[in-house]
T-cell receptor, first 116, second 112 residues
Framework: GAVVSQHPSWVICKSGTSVKIECRSLDFQATTMFWYRQFPKQSLMLMATSNEGSKATYEQGVEKDKFLINHASLTLSTLTVTSAHPEDSSFYIC????????????FGPGTRLTVL | QKEVEQNSGPLSVPEGAIASLNCTYSDRVSQSFFWYRQYSGKSPELIMSIYSNGDKEDGRFTAQLNKASQYVSLLIRDSQPSDSATYLCAVNMGNAGNMLTFGGGTRLMVKP
């Protein structure tokens, strides 16, 4: 299998607070993990690519100081939304790619963030 | 011009029919192609990957790749209402680090 988990599945927070989302590959090692955001009725938007042990690569327009990504091990990456605002409310989805030549990405179940 | 293009739909087919989903991509060096299914409010799940020209079958699903025409398609035979979802085409355009470029998705509706 290739199972990816995310925690929490949903979170509601007040404006100005920070929220951490965890992404874990449960049965394989993931050298690369990806963080996406998806607004209602829109397509996936890649936010950043994270490689174990190195700094994340952010897509254009994504603030790295606001969306902190840590990829501390081959099975865990975290995304912290700092000083969240209502416009950050979205569906955040991670994916993980196995170590090795294959480039298949397996998605986590997503985290729905609502900022009040 | 978008790098991976899909018709947004909705594509409506009757139950039991064949649904044909199409995707074109712009980068000729692309090597890896994927179809994901995404139900409303859920994350994408992998249906199939295809790397070589021709057809690849898995159960009711057949992926077809034509690199010369820069075209990849997904056929769903014996469509079921449970197949109603958005189907995302994804392409590895030769980027480092396994990054995929996604199309906007095609919404499929299978009517009983």
């Amino acid at each position: 299998g290739a199972v990816v988990s995310q925690h929490p599945s949903w979170v509601i927070c007040k404006s100005g607070t920070s929220v951490k989302i965890e992404c874990r590959s449960l049965d394989f090692q993931a050298t690369t993990m990806f963080w996406y955001r998806q607004f209602p009725k829109q397509s996936l938007m890649l936010m950043a690519t994270s490689n174990e042990g190195s700094k994340a690569t952010y897509e254009q327009g994504v603030e790295k100081d606001k969306f902190l990504i840590n990829h501390a091990s081959l099975t865990l990456s975290t995304l912290t939304v700092t000083s969240a605002h209502p416009e950050d409310s979205s569906f955040y989805i991670c994916s993980a790619a196995r170590a090795g030549p294959t480039d298949t990405q397996y998605f986590g179940p997503g985290t729905r963030l609502t900022v009040l | 011009q978008k790098e991976v293009e899909q018709n947004s739909g909705p594509l409506s087919v009757p139950e039991g029919a064949i649904a044909s989903l199409n995707c074109t991509y712009s980068d000729r060096v692309s090597q890896s192609f994927f179809w994901y299914r995404q139900y409303s409010g859920k994350s994408p799940e992998l249906i199939m990957s295809i790397y070589s020209n021709g057809d690849k079958e898995d159960g009711r699903f057949t992926a077809q790749l034509n690199k010369a025409s820069q075209y990849v398609s997904l056929l769903i035979r014996d469509s079921q209402p449970s197949d109603s979802a958005t189907y995302l085409c994804a392409v590895n355009m030769g980027n480092a680090g396994n990054m995929l470029t996604f199309g906007g998705g095609t919404r499929l509706m299978v009517k009983p």
